[in-house]
């Protein structure tokens, strides 16, 4: 059970669930669709390439289980999240997306053996704040601080 699982941070160790909601808090305080928050709330049901527990398997099954609780655009933006090598696939593509010049999809560097992974321009604006919010709240816990609005 979520609620049970231990996050840990640099600095201690708190309950998952309490790092889950930090995160969908500063993406909602920050004005993100409620499907982003969800997601933000959701990035790590699948397990990520650093907090590898995996709440729900990410098969035919378990993703039908999450899309039906939250929705198909943050269900299937907790699963690119779980899906990428972040951050530096993301951190790759923004660099070279910096000049403004409008683009087509991006193509992010998935974990293990799963390949290029395609996005649109949307979903990896949205995979960024999901990232900023993560690792924010992160170190806004780590400083004692409690979570606070950002605006990418």
């Known amino acids: 059970m979520v609620s049970q699982v231990v996050h840990d941070v ?10 889950l909601d930090g995160t969908r808090a500063l993406l909602e305080a920050a004005g993100y669709p409620g499907s982003v928050c969800l997601a933000g709330l959701l990035h790590s049901v699948y397990g990520t390439n650093k907090f590898t527990r995996e709440s729900i398997v990410a098969d035919e099954e378990g993703r039908r289980r999450v899309c039906e609780a939250a929705g198909e655009d943050a269900e299937r933006l907790a699963f690119l999240f779980c899906s990428v090598r972040r951050p530096a696939t993301l951190n790759s593509a923004l660099g070279e ?53 950002f605006h990418l």
């Open 97 to 149: 997306r910096r000049d403004g010049e409008e683009r087509g999809d991006v193509e992010l560097a998935g974990r293990g053996e799963t390949g290029v992974i395609r996005v649109s321009p949307r979903e990896f604006e949205e995979l960024v704040a999901v990232e900023v919010a993560n690792c924010l709240e992160q170190d806004l816990q780590v400083q004692g601080h409690k979570s606070r609005p």
């Open 10 to 19: 640099r600095k201690g160790s708190r309950p998952l669930l309490a790092h």
